[in-house]
């Protein structure tokens, strides 16, 4: 083989491994681009859940605050109040009632109608006894606004990392995560871990299967953001109650 060939051997396999390399590289791109999306996606899920409870409990301090606002006669401010809490709680019987009232306050005839007919879709009772007591002054503001926080029920299996137990190592993991209405926990998220990473998993396992008396205010159960302590302990094996956020 002379020198011509030889050459023209080499470049040949360079060119082919240069193909490989970036068919290679292609295909790398690819997982990347249809992997990350699912993890984001996961972790979007997750706090949308979180931005949703927050947005729940946003909107009955603005809807309180209307309420304090409709007592006092301060009939404008009210329906400001009453319409930004429609919007971050949108499809609320209670809240379209009161916009209808307030409106009719205001002389607002047709737009009150509208209000009250949209209660009457959605099916809410008029006002909860709390309610009443509140715009009969019979009840304080700090009093009304008041949140019975999540009662633990049942705690979920706690299994020990069997490494861990055999060296006698202990930790804590700080889990969050959505108790709704139901009482049952959502949307686990580690927040902090002390000790060792194989505590993550078993301390997820427990708190999706805990159970819970959901959060009540004004009679009735609310989603909540909750904090929890997940302790390993060999000793005791505790765990601590929730703590509301």
Do not use: H
Not at 31 to 53: H, L, N, R
Not at 68 to 90: S, T
Not at 208 to 222: F, R, T
């Amino acid at each position: 083989m002379n020198t011509e060939e030889c050459l023209e051997k080499l470049e040949r396999g360079l060119r082919c491994y240069r193909n490989m390399t970036i068919r290679l590289a292609l295909v790398l791109v690819g997982v990347m681009t249809i992997a990350a999306p699912d993890a984001q996606g996961e972790k979007d899920a997750k706090e949308d859940a979180f931005a949703s409870v927050d947005s729940i409990n946003k909107a009955i301090m603005i809807f309180i605050r209307s309420l304090d606002n409709f007592r006092q006669k301060e009939y404008d401010d009210a329906k400001v109040n009453m319409l930004r809490a429609w919007k971050l709680c949108p499809q609320n019987g209670r809240v379209a009632y009161y916009l209808g009232t307030i409106c009719n306050e205001l002389g607002s005839y047709q737009e009150a109608t509208g209000w009250y007919r949209k209660w009457g879709e959605l099916g809410s009772p008029q006002r909860t006894k709390t309610e009443k007591d509140f715009l009969r002054g019979e009840l304080g503001t700090e009093e009304f606004q008041k949140t019975k926080p999540p009662k633990l029920v049942k705690w979920g299996p706690l299994v020990y990392p069997e490494a861990e137990r055999r060296v006698a190592e202990e930790g804590v993991v700080y889990v969050r995560f959505v108790v709704g209405v139901d009482g049952k926990t959502s949307n686990p998220v580690v927040m902090k871990i002390e000790g060792s990473e194989s505590f993550r998993k078993p301390a997820v396992a427990c708190i999706v299967q805990s159970v819970y008396e959901p959060a009540v205010w004004n009679g009735m159960g609310i989603p909540v953001n909750v904090v929890v302590p997940v302790r390993f302990n060999l000793a005791t094996g505790s765990k601590e109650e929730a703590e509301v956020q």
